[in-house]
């Protein structure tokens, strides 16, 4: 009798715990860690819809394999070393890991520009792979002019976005079943945050008692949340500046100028990390662009800037262009300022 009663009780116990658990466990906001709450889980418990790609974990191991493949072209793969995606490029000579902007949900090119001077970031032609997850829109805007059919097939899919940018942006090959996953685990592990976006307290009261919320409240909020953040980057090409709006420097800032080459310029181009032409920070360097200001060449910063160069079968390095939203007008004329003062000295 007692071994029976005693069997109860236990059995009781564990029932409680268990139960205690799964409560605790349940995903709702209300019932976690606000600041680890991923946005992903938060959006979902307040009924949005699930992202096409999206995952419900990442697996450490797998997330690791795809930094590698990020920023190696390559990595170690079931005891052998794995094929390289391109023999010209790695994703992070074209994109950051990291936040770009203080409030993530800008596209300015001065706060973007102002940020990676302020956290020694570089100030690439494209957008960040920090946050890609929770993004629903890729190759946006003019890049259809560039890439077509394969851009549109591209623009609501992160899994092929990803294959376009290894085969043709990278000039590259199409990635094997596994290394496509391994990426999409490291896309998942930097998701986005609840603490990274700039919440008013009232959108964080609402998410902290979100079981209290009507359906009403909920869109408006989904809304709200959703409005804190890129959930696409925008793409506008431009052809090279007309000779009469150049403004070759003058007024231009010299220190961001500075920058911009350090970080845009000298990224690829130092000591040919990447590409064939090697520049440095001498003044026979800056003569060689000062000399070519005027003219529509390669050695032209207004055309180089925005026309980029083209993979060539013997040359499969080439530039990409420079959308107006990853630099400014005023931004190239800040690059100017600067060539044409390290030309003179």
Same mark, same amino acid.
């Not at 549109?152 to 199409?174: F, I, M, P």
């Not at 310029?265 to 590409?275: D, I």
């Given at each position: 009798?007692?071994?029976?009663?005693?069997?109860?009780?236990?059995?009781?116990?564990?029932?409680?715990?268990?139960?205690?658990?799964?409560?605790?466990?349940?995903?709702?906001?209300?019932?976690?860690?606000?600041?680890?709450?991923?946005?992903?889980?938060?959006?979902?418990?307040?009924?949005?819809?699930?992202?096409?790609?999206?995952?419900?974990?990442?697996?450490?191991?797998?997330?690791?394999?795809?930094?590698?493949?990020?920023?190696?072209?390559?990595?170690?793969?079931?005891?052998?070393?794995?094929?390289?995606?391109?023999?010209?490029?790695?994703?992070?000579?074209?994109?950051?890991?990291?936040?770009?902007?203080?409030?993530?949900?800008?596209?300015?090119?001065?706060?973007?520009?102002?940020?990676?001077?302020?956290?020694?970031?570089?100030?690439?032609?494209?957008?960040?792979?920090?946050?890609?997850?929770? %993004?629903?829109?890729?190759?946006?805007?003019?890049?259809?002019?560039?890439?077509?059919?394969?851009?549109?097939?591209?623009?609501?899919?992160?899994?092929?976005?990803?294959?376009?940018?290894?085969?043709?942006?990278?000039?590259? %090959?199409?990635?094997?079943?596994?290394?496509?996953?391994?990426?999409?685990?490291?896309?998942?592990?930097?998701?986005?945050?609840?603490?990274?976006?700039?919440?008013?307290?009232?959108?964080?009261?609402?998410? /902290?008692?979100?079981?209290?919320?009507?359906?009403?409240?909920?869109?408006?909020?989904?809304?709200?949340?959703?409005?804190?953040?890129?959930?696409?980057?925008?793409?506008?090409?431009?052809?090279?500046?007309?000779?009469?709006?150049? /403004?070759?420097?003058?007024?231009?800032?010299?220190?961001?100028?500075?920058?911009?080459?350090?970080?845009?310029?000298?990224?690829?181009?130092?000591?040919?990390?990447?590409?064939?032409?090697?520049?440095?920070?001498? %003044?026979?360097?800056?003569?060689?662009?000062?000399?070519?200001?005027?003219?529509?060449?390669?050695?032209?910063?207004?055309?180089?800037?925005?026309?980029?160069?083209?993979? /060539?079968?013997?040359? /499969?390095?080439?530039?990409? %262009?420079?959308?107006?939203?990853?630099?400014?007008?005023?931004?190239?004329?800040?690059?100017?300022?600067?060539?044409?003062?390290?030309?003179?000295?």
């Amino acid at each position: 009798m007692i071994k029976f009663l005693l069997a109860i009780f236990i059995g009781t116990c564990l029932t409680v715990l268990l139960a205690s658990f799964s409560n605790s466990n349940s995903g709702e906001v209300s019932k976690i860690e606000f600041d680890s709450t991923s946005l992903e889980t938060a959006l979902l418990s307040l009924g949005d819809e699930k992202l096409l790609h999206s995952m419900p974990s990442f697996d450490e191991e797998k997330a690791k394999l795809g930094y590698e493949l990020i920023t190696s072209g390559r990595t170690l793969y079931k005891g052998k070393k794995s094929k390289l995606i391109s023999k010209h490029f790695v994703c992070t000579d074209c994109h950051n890991l990291t936040k770009e902007f203080r409030n993530v949900g800008s596209e300015s090119t001065d706060d973007r520009l102002s940020y990676a001077i302020n956290n020694g970031l570089n100030f690439l032609p494209a957008s960040t792979f920090w946050g890609i997850y929770n %993004r629903t829109s890729f190759y946006n805007g003019d890049y259809v002019d560039k890439y077509g059919e394969m851009a549109l097939d591209s623009r609501d899919t992160l899994e092929n976005a990803v294959q376009l940018c290894a085969k043709y942006c990278s000039s590259g %090959r199409s990635l094997k079943e596994w290394e496509l996953e391994a990426i999409m685990h490291y896309y998942k592990k930097n998701e986005l945050q609840l603490s990274d976006l700039n919440l008013t307290k009232n959108s964080k009261s609402q998410l /902290k008692n979100n079981e209290n919320l009507n359906l009403q409240e909920k869109i408006d909020l989904i809304k709200s949340l959703k409005g804190n953040y890129r959930q696409s980057y925008s793409a506008t090409f431009l052809g090279a500046m007309p000779e009469n709006l150049r /403004k070759y420097g003058e007024n231009g800032n010299v220190e961001n100028g500075e920058a911009i080459y350090d970080r845009s310029c000298l990224h690829c181009h130092a000591y040919k990390r990447v590409t064939y032409l090697s520049l440095n920070k001498s %003044r026979l360097t800056a003569r060689m662009f000062w000399r070519n200001r005027k003219n529509y060449s390669d050695k032209s910063l207004y055309q180089i800037i925005r026309w980029g160069t083209h993979a /060539k079968a013997a040359r /499969k390095q080439y530039m990409p %262009r420079f959308t107006k939203e990853k630099m400014s007008d005023e931004q190239l004329n800040d690059l100017v300022a600067y060539i044409k003062q390290l030309a003179k000295k």
